[in-house]
T-cell receptor
Framework: EAGVAQSPRYKIIEKRQSVAFWCNPI?????LYWYQQILGQGPKLLIQ????????DSQLPKDRFSAERLKGVDSTLKIQPAKLEDSAVYLC????????????FGPGTRLTVL | AQSVTQLDSHVSVSEGTPVLLRCNYS??????LFWYVQHPNKGLQLLLK??????LVKGINGFEAEFKKSETSFHLTKPSAHMSDAAEYFC???????????FGTGTRLKVLA
């Protein structure tokens, strides 16, 4: 089966600019996750979708980050405006139902904010 | 509350010697536990998972982990390290009480020739 797709793989922007990331999960997976992984740290959950509804966005900086999952399939994560501390790898993952089942991860998008 | 602690941030072993990566967890509910591996510039890949069946779990590439409830541990082992095992390893806990996956801070494994 095809894996989780993410684009772009790399992005370099200046602070205060905006950026968007795209994720296409594995077909049929109801649950989609966006994680932020800062260098040297473990992934931190930003937002979790169940189909097209938000299950958990408690750690999403809502003043600058937004995410949507229209039609319960692919998803976009946006940062506007970006700050230096947003430099990280943004990982998208999906799972069948989000109840302790395996998460499948995409390759990630490496964001550098200058 | 649930949490996971990876006791070593870096582990170095010689090729052909055993690997031990330590993970302790805290969960008020029956947990599901996972080990993921992340090679440089790659996404995370599942090595193995524990979901309340057998306490000794076998995974891919010769890795295995033992769930010890009394010690709240889920250590990852491999009898003989290979150069290709050099990567970052993450222990993850999922709780049926919170429905959240919590990642450890990771252990970077270095394999010496």
């Amino acid at each position: 089966e095809a894996g989780v797709a993410q684009s772009p793989r790399y992005k370099i922007i200046e602070k205060r600019q905006s950026v968007a990331f795209w994720c296409n999960p594995i077909s049929g997976h109801a649950t989609l996750y966006w994680y932020q992984q800062i260098l040297g740290q473990g992934p931190k959950l930003l937002i979790q979708f169940q189909n097209n509804g938000v299950v958990d966005d408690s750690q999403l900086p809502k003043d600058r980050f937004s995410a949507e999952r229209l039609k319960g399939v692919d998803s976009t994560l946006k940062i506007q405006p970006a700050k230096l501390e947003d430099s990280a790898v943004y990982l998208c993952a999906s799972s069948w139902e989000g109840r302790g089942d395996e998460q499948f991860f995409g390759p990630g998008t490496r964001l550098t904010v200058l | 509350a649930q949490s996971v602690t990876q006791l070593d941030s870096h582990v170095s072993v010689s090729e052909g010697t055993p690997v031990l990566l330590r993970c302790n967890y805290s969960s008020s509910y029956s947990p599901s536990l996972f080990w993921y591996v992340q090679h440089p510039n790659k996404g995370l890949q599942l090595l193995l998972k524990y979901t309340s069946a057998a306490t000794l779990v076998k995974g891919i590439n010769g890795f295995e982990a033992e769930f010890k409830k009394s010690e709240t541990s889920f250590h990852l082992t491999k009898p003989s390290a290979h150069m290709s095992d050099a990567a970052e390893y993450f222990c993850v806990v999922w709780s049926s009480g919170t429905y959240k996956y919590i990642f450890g801070t990771g252990t970077r494994l270095k394999v010496l020739a």
